[in-house]
């Protein structure tokens, strides 16, 4: 079963526009983090909040976390082309050691 | 300093047969994970493997079952294969508790047919 759920499930825009993406997931969690997958290939690592967290930068992203609300939302600043992907939020159950997926966003960038 | 590997790319399969796939973590890592991912979904736990033993499930029938050798390297096996198996299968290693950020294998695209 999916742990988070992305919003929106697509996103189309304009290279140089800002890119927000949000997750939100059910259960009491140790960290949330941020994959990018290109063209159905394997995940890469963006950015890893922990619970005690609200905000987190890395270059051009921006993560915040709010767990009152179990929420979660990523901002990519001055979207290039090569942004262009899919982007998911997982989480992992209180004591366990699996990583539970959102069904992604489908981010296009236009040049 | 090599990544995760996963071989092969792409396997094409009948029902009723049965699938290894292969990975190697990222050197220094200890724990493997292995996802499976519907097109248009998010990857699915199937299971995790440390110090040679499966230490969390997820929510896959026992046709699905899996190996970790002593160089940390791993199979995922299939059997009586259906055609809802038709999925990328990713491989993640990780350091110990695995709850920190994963490294992802390419994966291999499996069609069942």
């Known amino acids: 079963s999916q742990q988070g759920e992305e919003d929106p499930q697509a996103l189309s825009i304009q290279e140089g526009e800002n890119a927000t993406m949000n997750c939100s997931y059910k259960?009491?969690?140790?960290?949330l983090q941020w994959y990018r997958q290109n063209s159905g290939r394997g995940l890469v690592h963006l950015i890893l909040?922990?619970?005690?967290?609200r905000e987190k930068h890395s270059g051009r992203l921006r993560v915040t976390l709010d767990t009152s609300k179990k929420s979660s939302s990523l901002l990519i600043t001055a979207s290039r082309a090569a942004d262009t992907a899919s982007y998911f939020c997982?989480?992992?159950?209180?004591?366990?050691?699996?990583?539970?997926f959102g069904s992604g966003t489908r981010l296009l960038v236009r040049p | 300093d090599a990544g995760v590997t996963q071989s092969p790319t792409h396997l094409i399969k009948t029902r009723g047969q049965q699938v290894t796939l292969r990975c190697s973590p990222k050197?220094?890592?200890?724990?493997v994970s292995w996802y499976q991912q519907a097109l248009g979904q998010g990857p699915q736990f199937i299971f995790q493997?440390?110090?040679?033993?499966?230490?969390q499930r997820g929510n896959f029938p026992d046709r699905f079952s899996g190996h970790q050798f002593p160089n940390y390297s791993s199979e995922l096996n299939v059997n009586a294969l259906l055609l809802g198996d038709s999925a990328l299968y990713l491989c993640?290693?990780?350091?110990?508790?695995?709850?920190?950020?994963?490294?992802f294998g390419p994966g291999t695209r499996l069609t069942v047919t």
């Open positions: 993640a290693s990780s350091y110990r508790t695995g709850l920190m950020e994963q490294y």
């Open positions: 259960t009491s969690i140790n960290n």
């Open positions: 909040i922990r619970s005690n967290e």
């Open positions: 997982a989480t992992d159950e209180d004591s366990s050691y699996k990583l539970i």
């Open positions: 050197s220094g890592h200890d724990t």
């Open positions: 493997y440390y110090e040679e033993e499966e230490r």
